[in-house]
């Protein structure tokens, strides 16, 4: 069974700096990409940066050049580099992960974290 489990979020002053960690457990063989999305309050879930088996990534317009997404292939774990925050990056935090392959099975639907919450204040 595939599960999803963040952490690191909380509350930070703007300016400040998190980073998040998302394990994913299971019998794990590979990912095909792994990515963060956000929802805040009253809002729409959207993506913020994803991350491809091959290292390819993609970011929000709105987080170039503040967050980096990375990964870690042997621990099944990515993380996402939060500099220079906003207020209007408060949301709450969730990763995904698309493309799994396990030692038995190939499993082409996504799954989510239930999320951490990220407070930044003015």
């Known amino acids: 069974q595939v599960q999803l489990v963040e952490s690191g979020g909380g509350l930070v002053q703007a300016g400040g700096s998190l980073r998040l960690s998302c394990a994913v457990s299971?019998?794990?063989?590979?990912?095909?990409?792994m990515g963060w999305y956000r929802q805040a309050p009253g809002k729409q879930r959207e993506l913020v940066a994803v991350?491809?088996?091959?290292?390819?990534?993609n970011y929000a317009d709105s987080v170039k050049g503040r967050f980096t997404i990375s990964r870690d292939h042997v621990k099944n774990t990515a993380y996402l580099q939060m500099n220079s925050l906003k207020p209007e990056d408060t949301a709450v935090y969730h990763c995904?992960?698309?493309?799994?392959?396990?030692?038995?099975?190939?499993?082409?639907?996504?799954?989510w974290g239930k999320g951490t919450l990220v407070t930044v204040s003015s």
């Open positions: 995904n992960a698309r493309g799994i392959w396990t030692m038995t099975n190939y499993y082409g639907m996504d799954y």
């Open positions: 299971g019998s794990i063989f590979s990912i095909n990409a």
């Open positions: 991350i491809t088996s091959g290292g390819t990534t």
